[in-house]
């Protein structure tokens, strides 16, 4: 290692890394993803499916239940696969960022190499995951669609980033990011709780994003309230890890 190198180089160059060594997280991307919303589209009933789109007290739009499903399926999977890549690879990394700050580089400056390449593997997953929605159903603005896919993924790895400094291994990383999961895309979704466009629900960390994905996706309605509810829960969250780490690596003794 050149001791030349910036500590966001160093941090974003090995966080790159042990995400190629992931090969699970990159089978489920390339695999998964297309199984898991073909499976949607082709089994769920085309029965329709109201829902509020834009900001609170839109006109409601109804659309073909398995079109619309699949969209929530598109985020559910985005957010636990690059949920679970943050997790583990910050996870494995503790030791590595302990001895790094001990050989006097800067905590903050190591989170922002690992947020630099997780923003990276979030952007290509969600241009994936955009393309086989495209292949599968008509979609009205497939731009904003794939910028709400991308806040979701960046908020899940925010939140994987900070679970991996608190709990003490990774089979509770994984339990924790499925339960979450769970209660986050199943409250939202009409098609299973009737009251998923009550105001109560913008608390749900991927609320805004997948109301603004569907919104994109099915209307014309304007997104921008549900694009800034995400922004706010990835800006809260990012800076929670970032506590969480710079906790995690504050114990590590700087080298003289």
């Given amino acids: 290692m050149s001791t030349t190198e910036a500590p966001v180089v160093v941090a974003g160059r090995m966080a790159c890394l042990e995400y190629a060594r992931n090969r699970l997280a990159i089978v489920l991307v390339l695999g998964f993803v297309p199984l898991w919303l073909v499976l949607e589209k082709v089994t769920f009933l085309s029965y329709p499916v109201t829902f509020t789109p834009g900001p609170p007290g839109a006109a409601p739009v109804v659309v073909p239940g398995n079109s619309f499903s699949l969209v929530y399926a598109a985020a559910n999977a985005i957010t636990l696969i690059i949920g679970f890549l943050a997790f583990t690879a910050t996870f494995r990394g503790r030791g590595f960022d302990r001895r790094l700050v001990r050989a006097g580089f800067s905590a903050p400056s190591l989170f922002a190499g690992r947020l630099a390449a997780i923003a990276v593997a979030s952007a290509a997953t969600a241009c994936y995951t955009l393309a086989v929605i495209l292949a599968l159903i008509d979609v009205r603005r497939p731009h904003l669609v794939g910028l709400a896919l991308l806040l979701a993924a960046l908020t899940y790895a925010s939140l994987g980033t900070a679970l991996a400094a608190v709990l003490p291994g990774e089979l509770e990383g994984m339990f924790v990011i499925i339960m979450i999961s769970l209660l986050d895309s ?15 629900f913008e608390l749900l960390p991927t609320y805004g994003a997948v109301h603004a994905a569907s919104s ?15 922004i706010t829960w990835y800006l809260l969250l990012t800076l929670t890890s970032l506590s969480c780490f710079r906790a995690g690596t504050r114990g590590a003794p700087r080298r003289g």
Avoid: W
């Avoid at 994109?216 to 995400?230: E, I, P, R």
């Fill in 186 to 200: 199943g409250l939202q979704n009409p098609m299973l709780n009737p009251h998923a466009d009550e105001a109560r």
């Fill in 216 to 230: 994109a996706a099915f209307s014309g309605a304007d997104t921008t309230h549900h694009l800034m509810v995400q």
